[in-house]
């Protein structure tokens, strides 16, 4: 299959997450990704010990830099920083994630590329962009806690809940895509790159779009999240997730409360069904009513029950479940790197998954023939 970014040639002088995510989406849709890393360390996500290691080093940076090269550089050396000038010079993207400034006082910011290379589309992400935060670390947990997803988490009472996975490198990496993506568009048709940028706070916020934008036109009151069972903060019972008899079941729309209680046989329940306001009003008390009925029936049961009758709802799967589930299966989603094991990408291609590409590299494994290749002014692109 060929793919749709063969041919373009992208610099990625990040490290960790965010930014290396960014450069994992471009290298599975076909662009040449060489990773530019400190010599002797190198990204310091190679040793980060998140997960199991994989050849000493870690299972996430393997599965993040796939299908890269890596070159070694020092930028205090004349000769390093002459052969990176050189190769983004010819280059159709730079990705970087240091802090606001950092680069730029290496002498590779965006007004300095620009000059070397006017068709360049330079993407940049940083912690909490050109704000008053500018300066602290940039890390997902603390991008969480200020941008109001970790108190919004769960119930009313429940302490401060973040999420389990790093959700602002992901989601502010898919957020650089998306806007490198439609910068080459724009090049394109007008023939100039530009600066993309965003931030790891930007992209929690743009998650929370929905929820925001009822905040701001509701006269600035906070939601008033469930006490009982909370999974939205503006939606109305029966959602949220409730105990079976043998594990759980999300419950989401329903075509009527009073459908929901001849199902479960709760006459309480049907009480509240005539006052289309009650669902909101008195989410808690009807979230407590199906809760103390739900254990009664596995999980199977309940879906037998309710996904005739058209209520929305589902089982909740842990790792082990799902990824031995036929459905799953059939989505093809793990895919081997050598000896590793690891999720594609979520795109299909003329109607075949994208399938993962190479293995992550070795630290500086093609510097010599990078090397070799741009200090004749080959091009590869």
Request: glycine letters at 10%; charged letters at 20%; a negative charge.
């Amino acid at each position: 299959m060929k793919r749709p970014l063969e041919g373009l040639i992208v610099v990625e002088m990040a490290q960790y997450l965010s930014g290396p995510f960014a450069g994992l989406k471009l290298a599975d849709l076909g662009a040449r990704v060489i990773k530019v890393e400190r010599p002797g360390s190198g990204d310091p996500c190679r040793n980060l010990y998140i997960s199991a290691p994989v050849a000493g080093q870690n299972t996430l940076f393997h599965a993040i830099n796939r299908g890269k090269e890596s070159l070694t550089a020092d930028l205090h050396n004349p000769d390093d920083r002459a052969l990176l000038t050189g190769i983004i010079a010819g280059a159709d993207v730079l990705i970087q994630n240091f802090r606001p400034g950092v680069i730029a006082r290496q002498g590779f910011g965006y007004d300095e590329m620009r000059r070397i290379n006017p068709r360049l589309v330079y993407g940049s992400i940083s912690g909490f962009g050109q704000t008053d935060w500018a300066a602290l670390p940039g890390q997902d947990l603390l991008a969480q806690a200020r941008s109001g997803l970790m108190w919004l988490t769960g119930s009313r009472d429940d302490p401060p809940m973040p999420m389990g996975l790093a959700v602002a490198d992901i989601l502010a990496g898919e957020a650089l895509t998306q806007g490198i993506l439609a910068a080459l568009i724009g090049r394109g048709i007008h023939g100039e790159g530009t600066h993309v940028e965003t931030s790891l706070i930007e992209a929690l916020l743009s998650f929370q779009f929905e929820v925001l934008t009822t905040y701001l036109n509701d006269g600035g009151q906070p939601p008033d999240r469930a006490k009982v069972n909370g999974a939205h903060a503006y939606i109305g019972a029966p959602y949220g997730v409730y105990p079976t008899h043998d594990g759980w079941l999300a419950l989401a729309m329903v075509p009527s409360l009073e459908a929901l209680a001849r199902l479960m046989k709760l006459p309480a329940l049907a009480a509240y069904a005539a006052d289309p306001a009650a669902a909101r009003r008195d989410r808690d008390a009807i979230k407590a009513l199906i809760a103390e009925a739900t254990p009664a029936r596995t999980t199977a049961e309940w879906l037998a029950v309710l996904q005739p009758a058209d209520i929305w709802c589902a089982e909740v799967l842990d790792w082990p479940t799902l990824l031995d589930s036929p459905a799953f299966r059939q989505l093809n989603m793990v895919q081997p790197i050598g000896a590793l094991r690891t999720v594609r990408g979520p795109l299909s291609l003329a109607g075949a998954p994208l399938p993962v590409s190479g293995p992550a590299p070795e630290l500086g494994a093609d510097s010599n023939v990078i090397r070799r290749e741009f200090s004749t002014g080959i091009n590869a692109g």
